[in-house]
């Protein structure tokens, strides 16, 4: 029986904690916070309570997968359900379009309707163009063990091309609000498109054919499930405990130093930032961690706007206004998120937009980039995209025997699914005990 440990409690963390559990390793788990989640979780002042993160996700079967791998199916622990829309897009011309979820069909003909005649043609072929795009990188990098050594040179390429989002997205696209969203996602991560390789572009193929969901109550309630697999398959976790450095004897990991004393181990798990970790830092020196955004949570009362689950205002700023928080009777709890010059407050801001909520306001809480940064000792939105070397420097494999990557920091990018993913792999190629 192996001994491992696992750096980090957030979803990245649990989820190889509990997949490793599951293959007969002895796992303990260390967390710096007084709770497992990370960024899943959530914040709560007076009776409001807000999604922390991530407030849905596509690709469910990555979730499912996970509690099916580990233990009981998802379907006995918590409720998926799709979003619908998945997103309501407003443009600064006015225009609003509600995209569908799950549906080609759906999505072409709400483009059609809202934009003009023959765009959602052109936005189900831009979408459609990444179909093999997700079907190599999925057998060959997403839910596999990476090595250029092991794939054929199309894949190879593929994942280090030169070809950024935002020259196909340029060159496919002619109308300018389709362009808008087809590089949301990457902006709302903190990226330059300009910077980010072509094929992450298949995220709109995943939202379109595999739909975005979400769980009634908050994706929150995730991190207590989670808690609660992690005690099913015995792992030890110990909570307010920082690893202040991992153990390596001739190129082979033997343990993990925290601030409560030391751990053996046969096996790490890295499931934070690796610049916290000294004997990690120098792998990653040229790289830099994507930035937060702006959020703003709000408890509101009165009579309010009836929007989506999440709606978009295009513009610099971007704003996004999620609306799945609780509250108390006859309240709503929405958190506002904002990208881009945001050279007011975020409500003066959202006002100027057409949702002016300012008299509404019961409770506010705010959580500026360092606020967030600072909370999880990194940025839960990973490392930045700065070219397409950036792939080589996530250390999914890391350059210790016994030592792996899971999360963010490492994966192919942030959110659930991606984050998932990589715990996957990381048992895969870990194996049984």
Known sequence: MSRVVVVGGGFGGTAAAARLAKQGHQVTLVERLDRLGGAVGFVEREGYRWDAGPTSTALPAVVRDLFRKSGRPLERELELVPVEPMREHRFEDGTVLAMPSGSRSAQLEAVDATLGAGL?????????????????????????????????????????????????????????????????????????????????????????????????????????????????????????????????????????????????????VVAIDPRGLPVLAPHVSRTMPAIPPVLCHLGLSGDLPDLPHEVVLHGDPTLVVRTNGTAPAGGAAWTVLGRGRLSEDVTVALARRGIDVRRQIEVRV??????QVEELAGSAYGMLWQGRTTIDRKLAATPYAGVYGVGAHAAAGAGLPFVGLSAAVAAERIGPA
């Open 120 to 268: 959602g043609q052109q936005w189900v072929d831009h979408v459609h163009a990444f179909a093999d795009t997700w079907d190599v990188l999925r057998r060959v990098y997403l839910e596999r063990p990476w090595s250029p050594d092991h794939v054929d040179k199309a894949s190879a390429a593929l994942l280090h091309t030169r070809t950024t989002l935002q020259k196909v997205v340029t060159r496919t696209l002619k109308d300018e609000r389709l362009r808008e969203v087809a590089l949301l996602p990457t902006r709302l991560d903190g990226h330059d498109p300009r910077n980010v390789p072509a094929w992450m572009g298949m995220w709109a193929y995943v939202e379109q054919n595999f739909g975005v969901w979400t769980v009634p109550g908050g994706m929150g309630r995730l991190a207590a499930a989670m808690t609660k697999r992690l005690g099913e398959r015995k792992v030890e976790v110990l909570l307010g405990t920082s690893a202040v450095d991992l153990r390596v004897h001739a190129g082979r990991v033997v343990g993990v130093d925290t601030d409560r004393g030391s751990l053996d181990a046969d096996v790490v």
């Open 366 to 371: 705010d959580r500026s980039p360092r606020d």
